[in-house]
Structures are given as structure tokens and as C-alpha cells.
């Protein structure tokens, strides 16, 4: 048969139905074919479809070296951990301070110093500058939490951070965001009667945050940051707010009802399956069992179902990591190692690193993805006075 009789595959069955299967090596030599390759592999929406291509990356201090300097590790989703290599910046900059600010399709942001970095695991030395901000710096003192998530509105991607000075009186906080196109920081709203309590993920485009009612000893002399931000007897973590970005606020979700009076304790938030799901105490003796809730329907509070409920979780907290296409294993970070939970025998089995011997101090869960990090260059002679030390309004 001539090879013009052979039946021709329409492109866009190509694009949208094939390409997906294909690994990232396979799909960074696709990109050199043609343009229409090209826009449609390095486009944020387009998502590979292989199996075993969710990722967690791990860091930890590690015990004989500097706790400024981090050993990278990544668990695939059968529970496999294996040392990673660092992000390919500056040598001397690894001696500094790093923070993780967020993950977003595959994509990983995260700050040494003032200087903000967009990281993409899977592709080799894919790794630069895209924002300043200086509070970050570790000379100014600040706690910072953040997210990071893609506008699909604006096709673009956003960060928000809070930092929080540990002299308020002296240094303020601030709540603030910017896309990594505008590069200028903005003051971000947030409801009057609650505060900041933990991260949590981007479910639908949109970050949410877990938060507490306000502290009314906030606007004393005698509030302490450190100390009192987390005192589960006075405060109650019982809220998740999501950020709008189209109004540069955050928003309240709703919520299923509380088990007590007093509102939920929120352990943590999680995604299940594209699903935004929370970490909930059911008891709250010494003893200490949880309740994992999905929002199957988004936005709507009678679409909150119980899903998994599990019995005296060590240590009294549980970060919900990642969970197998078939639900049978839940894996977790619990006082900084990793656990598997089987939901059919109601047990839990720690997972080991290589060595057997790190502590990790973040889980930051990612896709494997062919995005590139070369769109949104910093040019300090053209960004530099958008993010400069003039700030909004304070919080």
C-alpha cells in the first residue's frame, strides 16, 4: 500500500487525544517540530495523561549540615522516594534561606532571599528569576506563608504572600499579590473577623487558605505572633477562605456543619481526585481521630461528604499529601515523616527514605509537565520600581 493511502489522523485528535500520552523527553523533541507543537506543549492548560506522573517534592535539613542548605527528594505516587537534584541557581545562593511559596501545573515557585524563582522539576536547568520582593529577605524578619496559583482568566500565574513580622508593632503585616507578567504587588483583602492559620491547595483555580477567628489580642502590646497564632484553646480553626483573584480578596467557602458548638477543628486541607477536601478532629480528648471530607460539588455546602474517617492519628496532626487513583492508600506527612494509610485495614505504614535517617520539613506536591519557565524574564531596569519597599496599606 502507498503510503498516501494510508488513512491520515486529524491534528487535532493528535494535540489533544495522543500528545498527552507521551513522556517529557518525548514531548521537549515534539516541541521542535512546528509552532502549532510548540504553543500547544508549553501551554498552562495542556495536561499529561500517563500514568504515575504525580510527584511530591521533599525537603529536609538533613542532620550534619547547615539547616540553610536542603537535601531534595521526590515520591512518585506508589511511594517511592528518591534523592532529587537542587534547583540549577547560583552556587552561592544555595547557602542562603530558601522557601517554598507553591506548586502550580507542574510548576514550582519558590524565594532565596529577595529574589523569587519559577522551577520546573522536570526539565532539566529549567530554573530562573521572575520577581523581587524584598521583606523577603532574612533581614527583615518575617514569617511568610503564600500560594501560588494560574489566573485562567488572565492566562497568567499569580503568587500571594503574607508576612507577618515577629515585632508587629514594629514591622507590620502585610497581605499582598502579583502575577509573574505584572510583577507589581497589590494589597490583597481579607474578611474583618478572621485570620491566617495555614496554606492549603489550588482546587478549581483557586487558592484556599485554612483561617481563625481573630484574635483579640491582636491589637494589644501583648500579642505574640509565635506564640499565640497557634493556641488551639483560645482560637478556632473553623473557616476556609479561597482568593478571588478578579477582585483581589479573599472570600469565605462554605462549610458542612460542625461537629461541636464551637466550630470545626481544621487540621489541614488536601485535594482528593481534583476534589478539595479538609482534615477535621472528631474528638478531642487525648486521644486524637480524625475525619477526611470531600467538597464533591465546589462551592456547594450540601456537597461536603465524609468520605474517610481515621483513628488515632499519631501525633495529632496529618498533612494530606497524596492519595492512589484507587483510594486504597493515603500518603501523609505526620511530625515530619511520611506515612501510607490503608483505608480497608485502618493502619498506617511509614514510608523510609533512602538513608533512613532525614526529617522533612516540607511536601510540596507537583505534576510532571513540559512547561517552560522562559516567558516571564525579570528585567531589573523594567521591574525593579514595581517591586520595591512601596507596599499597600497594611492589614
Known amino acids: 500500500m502507498a503510503s498516501s493511502d494510508l488513512p491520515q ?20 523533541r515534539f516541541k521542535c517540530l512546528n509552532q502549532q507543537y510548540f504553543s500547544t506543549i508549553s501551554d498552562p492548560d495542556f495536561k499529561i495523561s500517563s500514568q504515575n506522573k504525580d510527584r511530591v517534592l521533599l525537603t529536609s535539613p538533613g542532620k550534619k549540615i547547615s539547616s540553610e542548605k536542603l537535601y531534595y527528594f521526590v515520591m512518585n505516587n506508589e511511594g517511592h522516594i528518591q534523592r532529587y537534584r537542587k534547583p ?10 530558601m522557601i517554598i511559596l507553591g506548586s502550580c501545573k507542574g510548576l514550582i515557585l519558590f524565594s532565596i532571599n529577595e529574589e523569587i524563582f519559577l522551577w520546573n522539576p522536570s526539565i532539566l536547568r529549567s530554573c530562573r528569576k521572575v520577581i523581587e520582593l524584598d521583606r523577603l529577605s532574612s533581614d527583615h524578619d518575617y514569617r511568610v506563608h503564600s500560594g501560588f496559583f494560574y489566573d485562567n482568566s488572565e492566562k497568567d500565574f499569580k503568587v500571594v504572600v503574607r508576612l507577618l513580622h515577629s515585632t508587629p508593632s514594629y514591622g507590620g503585616e502585610w497581605l499582598i ?14 474578611p ?36 499565640h497564632s497557634f493556641d488551639w484553646k483560645l482560637l478556632s480553626y473553623n473557616s476556609i477562605v479561597y ?20 466550630g470545626d477543628k481544621i487540621v489541614s486541607l488536601g485535594v482528593i481526585h481534583e476534589c478539595l477536601c479538609m482534615i477535621r478532629k472528631i474528638t478531642f480528648d487525648s486521644k486524637c481521630d480524625v475525619e477526611i471530607l470531600m467538597m464533591k460539588e465546589y462551592g456547594v455546602k450540601q456537597s461536603w461528604t465524609s468520605s474517610f474517617i481515621i483513628l488515632d492519628v499519631i501525633g495529632g496532626s496529618m498533612e494530606l499529601v497524596m492519595v492512589s487513583k484507587q483510594y486504597d492508600a493515603l500518603y501523609s506527612m505526620i511530625n515530619g515523616k ?18 533512613r535517617r532525614y526529617k522533612f520539613s516540607t511536601a510540596t506536591p507537583f505534576i510532571e509537565s513540559a512547561l517552560p519557565t522562559n516567558g516571564y524574564y525579570w528585567n531589573a531596569k523594567e521591574h525593579k520600581k514595581g517591586a520595591s519597599t512601596m507596599y499597600p496599606n497594611r492589614i
Open 9 to 28: 489522523i486529524p491534528n487535532d485528535i493528535i494535540l489533544k487525544h495522543i500528545l498527552p500520552k507521551f513522556p517529557i523527553k518525548s514531548l521537549l
Open 88 to 97: 540549577p541557581t547560583r552556587s552561592r545562593m544555595m547557602r542562603e534561606t
Open 177 to 190: 499579590s502579583t502575577s509573574l507578567k505584572s510583577k507589581r504587588w497589590k494589597h490583597v483583602s481579607f
Open 192 to 227: 474583618d473577623n478572621k485570620d491566617f492559620a495555614s496554606e492549603g491547595p489550588v482546587v478549581n483555580d483557586r487558592l484556599h487558605w485554612v483561617v481563625c477567628d481573630r484574635d483579640p489580642r491582636k491589637d494589644t502590646d501583648e500579642y505574640d505572633p509565635y506564640r
Open 243 to 262: 482568593f478571588d483573584s478578579s477582585l483581589d480578596e479573599f472570600k469565605l467557602l462554605p462549610m458542612p456543619d460542625p461537629i461541636e458548638e464551637g
Open 338 to 355: 511520611f506515612y501510607v494509610y490503608n483505608p480497608t485495614t485502618m493502619t498506617f505504614k511509614k514510608i523510609l527514605d533512602p538513608k
